[in-house]
C-alpha cells in the first residue's frame, strides 16, 4: 500500500511530530465529519465534468429517434454498453449573451459559469463544480480536482473554465506523476513518519503565513486584500487536507505506481488520468472533479487516428468533408475514451452498486459547430446515476436552442444535494430527469 | 528624414490649428454632427457606441470615449468606407485639438492606476529563487502555469492562488530548502526522466550534434557521493541482447550541485569501447557499433555525457534497424527513460554555490545564544533580499522561531536553517509584490510608490526577478529616484545577463511564441522539418530580438533590420549561400535574400500558417494583432462554406480562397482590413521558405489596403508598416508598459503612450529609451490610492 500516511491517527501524529497544533478546532471538527459515510441509505455521492474541445460534426454526433427507443450514432457508438447509466442530450446552449460573438475564451469560460466573461479583466462567476464543492468538498482532503492533459492556458485570455469565484480561475494539473503524488504523497514511498512530519512541518508553516497575512491586511486596500483572502483560502483546504488526511480510515485500493511523466500518446495520457481519477474517487480524496481531454483551441493531432493535422485547424472545418471526417473520428475516439472511464467506474463496486451508479458525471463539449465557434445546441451527455436519482438510457431532445445549460446544472445540483437556485444564465431547472 | 511617422508629422501642424481652432476651423461638434453622429447616436447606437448626448466641451473628462474616437479617426477607420469622408484638413484638425486637450488632461492630473498586489508567476519564482540562493533549479516546471490576461502571464488581475499553487508552493520550498542547504536526506533517491517527443530526430539545442533521439536533463545532485545512472531502452524498439532492457554506468565522486547529463544515440563516431559492463545476457558483453539514422548496417551505441563530456559508450548490439525492418520488427532502439539513483556513499553537502552563499556564520560557541546571533546573520540578509526592502525589528522573527523549533527537537544547525528558509519561501511577502498605500490622501489620489517598490518594478520589469543588494541598497539611501541614479541602474540592468528575460518572457509572449512549440506543420507535405529546424526558428528570433534589446536599437529594426542570425541549416532552409559550420552567428542580408525584420522569420511565418497551407488571414491577424495592437473582432457564427476548387477541377491557390471569403460582403468588413497584410507575405511557405507558385499556380503577393495603398511582396509590406511607423511604435508601447505595469492599460493611460513616442522619436525609438521613458512615467513611479 502506497497511501499508509493517510490513516495516521490525528493523535499520534500530533505527538510523533512533537508539534502543538490547533486542537480545540480539532475536536470540534470531528462530529460533523463523522456524519455519512457508504451507508446504502445515503451513499457518497460525485460530480465530475469531463470536456472535450473543439465540439462535433452534429451530424454524425446526433442520435435517432428519441427518448427511450433512440439510437446510437457513429460518434456515440462506443458508448453503446453504458446506455442504461446515461442520458444523451442536445438543445442545450451556453451562450449568456447572445448579441456577443462566439469565441475560444468565452467559450470555455462561459461552459461551467453560464456567465459572459468581462471584457479587459478577469470577471467571470463561480462555476457549477466549485459551488458543488464548498458542499461536497468539505469532507475530502481536496475539495476539487482540476485536470488536463496539456497547460490550460495558451494565447490571449484563456485562464479557463473553473473558477472558484468570479474573480479566482483555478489552475489544472496536467502532469501525472505529479497528480500522483498531489494524491498519494511524495517520493512514491511509503513512508507514514516522513508523510506525518511533513504534514506537521507544513501546518506550522501555514499557521505562520495566516498570522503574516493578518497583519498585512490591516495595511492593505480593499483589492489587494481580496487578493490575501485568495490565500487565505487556500491555506483553509490545504489545512483540512492535511486534517483529513490525518484521520481518514485506510481505503483498499489496488497498486498503482507512480507515473513516471506524462506519456507520450495521447490516448494514453486520457487513460492514466482516467486511471488516477478513479482511484482518488474509490480513496474518496475527493467528490468533485473537471477533466479536459486537452485545452481550449489545442494544437495536438491524433497519430493513432492517422491525423497529421492539428485538432484546431480541422474544427474549422468550413465544412470541408476531409476535415469533418477527421473531426467525426476524433469524436468516435474520445467517445470511446470515455467509454473506457465509464467502465472502469462500474467495475468498482461500492456497497449494491458501484462507482458510477454513484456519480454524475457531465460528458460534452463547450462547442457545438466549433467551425464558427458556436456555443448552442451543444453535444451533451449525463453519465452515472447519482445514486438512483438519475434514471439512464434516454435521449432528450430539447426543442431549439434557446435551453440554458446552466438550467441542467441547477438539476444537477439538485441531484447530488447541493440545491441551487441560479447560476449564470440560469431561467429554471430541467424538469425531465426525474427517475 | 524621410520615413517620419505619420500623425506627428501631422501633430504640430493640428496643435497649431487647434489654438485658432474656434476661428478657423469648424467646431469639434460640428465635426462629429456631421461625420459621426448620423450613425452613434442615442436612437442607432452604431457598434454599441453612442456619442451623442457625450460633452464636447473637454474632451479629457471622458478618456473613454474620446480616446476611441481619435484612435478609429487617426487609422482612418473612421466613418466607414461608402460613407463620405471628411476633408483630410479638416480631419486633421479634428484629431489634433482632440489630441492636444486629451493630453492636456493627461498632464493635469497624471493617471498612475493602482495596480493589486501581484504574486510572483512561477518564472519569476524560479528566478527569485535563484537570485536568492544561488541554485538554479527549473521550478517552473513544478508550478501549475500561471493565467494571462491581456498577452501577459504578469498581470495582478489574473494571478490567483490556488489551493493546488498553495500545495506546490510548500512542496517546492521543502525541495528548495533542503538543495539549497545540502540538507536533504543522505539515502538515495530514484529520480526518472521520461523520453518525449519523437525519438527518431535529433533533440534540438542542448543535445550533441550528429545525435539522434535521447534524453537530456539539467539535475541538481543534491550531496557529494556516488550516483547510479540508468538508461532504458522504449517498450516498443528492438531487445538488442535477450533480456537486457536498461544499462548503467556508475558516476563516481560527483560534485553536488547541478550536472546536465545526456543519453543519447550518435550517429558515428571514431573510437570504440570494450565489452559492455553490468551486461549480464546469456550472450555475455556486449559487442556493437554506431547507428545510422536510417538505418544502415551498423549496430546501435548509446552514449552518456555529464556536463559535456563524453563519459560512457556502450555498443549495445543487437539487430540493425534494415534487419529489423526485414523481420517487419520495429526499430531502431529508441530510449523510454532515464533514471538517476542517489547518492550512495554521500560524502557530504559539498561546496557548493548556495551553501557560500547561504552560511556566511558557523556557531562557534556552545551557547545556544551564539548559535541564535549566527543564525540571525544567516538570514538578515536572506529575508532583505527576499522581501526587497529593509527589515523591521520584527521581520526576523517568524524565522528565527521556525530555526528554533527545530533545534528544539533536535535537528542539526544546518537542517534548522534550511527550516527557516522554506518558511521564508512561503512568507506573503516573497510571494506576493506587495505596494502599500500611505496613510494619507484620499482613495483615487496619486502617491509615489517608496523607493524599494520602485526597485522592485524594475527588477521585475527588466530582469523577471528580484532586486539585486546594488539596487537595494540604491533604493535604501534613498538615491533611486535621482535621475542619474535611475538612468545608470536601468542601464546596468538592460546591460546584464538578466535582461535576457526581456526577451524571454515579455518579447516571447508579445509575438507569440511560446506558441511555437505547439505548432506541427504536415509531416508529409513538410519531411524537411524536424526538432531541429524548430529549435533554429526559436532561436533565430531570440538572438535577434536579443540583439536589439542589447545594443540599444530601434524597435523600427524589428520590422527593418538588414541583419538576423542563422546556422548552416536556417542560411540554406532560406536559400541564403556563405553560412557554414554549425553555430549561429549574425549574418548580414541583403535586398535579394528576401528577409530581414521579424516578417521574414521562420518563428513567426510557421506560427501564423495552417498545417497544411499558408493562411493570409492568419498573417495578417497576427500583424495587426502584435505589431499594430489592433485586433480584428472575432469571427461571426455561421460563416458560409468556402469553395477549395475553380469550377474546372483544378484546386485554388492559398490567396484564391481567402479572395473568395472576401467576395462575400458581411465578410469583406473585417477581412479588408486582415488578408492585405497576410498576402503580401505568401511568398513564404509554410515553414518559411522563400516560393514563387504554390499547388494552385504562382505566388500573386501584391496587395491593396482598405484605404486604397498598394503594396506588393514582404518588402513592400514593411515599407508600408514603416510609413505607419507611429502606429507600430504605438502599438509596441502599449505592450511594453502592459508588461511593464503588470495591469491592462486603459483609455487614461494613452496621454502617457504618446508622450512617451514624443519623448523617443527623435532617436527613431531606441529600446533603452522606450524603457527609461516607461521607468520614468508616472503610472511606473506612483500609485493611487485603493479604495479601503
Known sequence: MFIQQKYLPRRTFLRGAGVCLGLPLLEAMVPALTAEKLTAAAPVRRLGFVIYPLGVDQDRWRPKGEGAGFQFSEALAPLAPHRGKMVVMSGLSSDPDRSKAGFHDRALASFLTGVEPAKGKVHVGISVDQLAARTLGKETQFASLELSTENNNGGAAHVGPVFKSATTPLPFEF???????????????????????????????????????????????????????????????????????????PTDLPEMARPAGVPDSWPEHVKLMFDLQTLALQADLTRVWTFMYAREATSINYPHLDISMGHHEISHHNFEKDKLDALAKINVDQSRLFAYFLSKLDSIKEGNSTLLDHSLILYGSNLSVPTSHSQRDLPIILAGGAAGRIAGGRYLKFPGDETPLTNLYLTMLDKVGVPTEKLGDSTGRLNRLEV | MKRKAGYLRTLPIAVCLAAVLSAQTESREAFTGRNCLGCHSERTKSGGFVLEGISHSDASLRPDIWEKVAKRVRAREMPPAGVPRPQESSAAAFLGGLIAELDRGGSRAPFAGSPVIRRLNRTEYTNAVRDL??????????????????????????????????????????????????????????????????????????????????????????????????????????????????????????????????????????????????????????????????????????????????????????????????????????????????????????????RARIFVCRPGGASASDEGDCAKRILAPLVRRAFRRSLAPTDLNPFLKAFEAARRGNKPFDVAIAAAIREVLLAPDFLFRLEFDSADGAPGSGQPVTDFELACRLSFFLWSS?????????????????PKMLEREVRRMLADRRSTAVMDNFAAQWLGLRELAGVAPDKELFPEFDAALAAG????????????????????????????????????????????????????????????????????????????????????????ENLLNSPPPAPPANVPPLEEKTGDGRKLTAREQVERHRANPSCASCHDRIDPLGFALENYDVIGRWRTKDEGGPINASAKMLGGTEFAGPQGLKAMLLGRADEFVHATLERLMTYALGRELDARDQPTIRAIMRQTEAAEYRFHDLVLAIVRSAPFQMRQKQER
Do not use: C
Open chain 1, 175 to 249: 502532469n501525472p506523476r505529479r497528480l500522483f503524488e498531489r494524491l498519494f504523497g511524495e517520493g512514491g514511498r511509503i513512508d507514514p513518519a516522513a508523510a506525518a512530519a511533513r504534514d506537521a512541518a507544513d501546518q506550522s508553516s501555514l499557521d505562520s503565513v495566516t498570522e503574516r497575512i493578518a497583519e498585512l491586511k490591516a495595511r492593505l486596500g480593499a483589492g489587494d486584500r481580496r487578493k490575501l483572502e485568495e490565500y487565505v483560502e487556500s491555506i483553509r483546504d490545504v489545512e483540512r487536507r492535511i486534517q483529513v488526511a490525518s484521520r481518514k480510515r
Open chain 2, 133 to 354: 540562493l544561488d541554485i538554479e533549479l527549473p521550478l517552473d516546471a513544478e508550478l501549475p502555469q500561471d493565467q494571462t490576461a491581456a498577452g501577459f502571464d504578469n498581470i495582478g488581475d489574473a494571478l490567483s492562488m490556488s489551493p493546488l499553487l498553495l500545495e506546490r508552493y510548500l512542496s517546492v520550498a521543502r525541495r528548495v530548502s533542503a538543495l539549497a542547504t545540502g540538507t536533504g536526506e543522505a539515502s538515495p533517491v530514484v529520480e526518472i526522466f521520461p523520453a518525449t517527443g519523437t525519438q527518431a530526430v535529433w533533440q534540438g539545442e542542448g543535445m550533441p550534434f550528429g545525435t539522434r533521439g535521447g534524453i537530456r536533463v539539467t539535475h541538481y545532485f543534491p550531496k557529494d557521493g556516488d550516483y547510479d545512472l540508468r538508461a532504458f531502452l522504449a517498450k516498443e524498439s528492438l531487445t538488442p541482447l535477450e533480456g537486457v532492457r536498461f544499462f548503467r554506468l556508475r558516476l563516481t565522486r560527483m560534485k553536488a550541485g547541478s550536472h546536465t547529463v545526456v543519453v543519447t544515440f550518435p550517429d558515428e563516431y571514431a573510437e570504440r569501447e570494450g565489452p559492455v559492463l553490468n551486461v549480464g545476457g546469456p550472450g555475455g558483453p556486449a559487442i556493437g557499433g554506431p547507428l545510422d539514422v536510417l538505418g544502415s548496417a551498423v549496430r546501435p551505441t548509446i552514449e552518456f555525457r555529464v556536463d559535456g563530456r563524453r563519459v560512457k559508450l556502450f555498443e549495445i548490439g543487437g539487430m540493425t534497424a534494415g534487419e529489423a525492418a526485414f523481420d517487419g520488427l520495429p526499430g531502431p532502439p529508441a530510449l523510454g527513460r532515464i533514471e538517476i539513483a542517489g547518492p550512495k556513499n554521500a560524502t557530504g553537502p559539498g561546496e557548493t554555490p548556495s
Open chain 2, 466 to 482: 528580484i532586486p539585486d543588494d546594488e539596487l537595494l541598497d540604491a533604493a535604501a539611501a534613498g538615491k533611486l529616484r535621482e
Open chain 2, 537 to 624: 526558428f526559436q532561436t533565430e528570433t531570440r538572438l535577434f530580438v536579443n540583439s536589439l534589446i542589447r545594443e540599444n536599437r530601434s524597435v523600427l529594426d524589428l520590422l527593418r533590420a538588414n541583419y538576423t542570425y542563422l546556422d548552416e541549416r536556417l542560411a540554406g532552409h532560406y536559400g541564403i549561400a556563405g553560412v557554414t559550420g554549425p553555430g549561429f552567428r549574425k549574418v548580414p542580408l541583403d535586398g535579394a535574400s528576401g528577409r530581414g525584420g521579424l516578417l521574414g522569420h521562420g518563428s513567426v511565418l510557421l506560427l501564423t500558417s495552417h498545417s497544411t497551407r499558408t493562411s493570409p488571414v492568419l498573417r495578417g491577424k497576427w500583424i495587426l
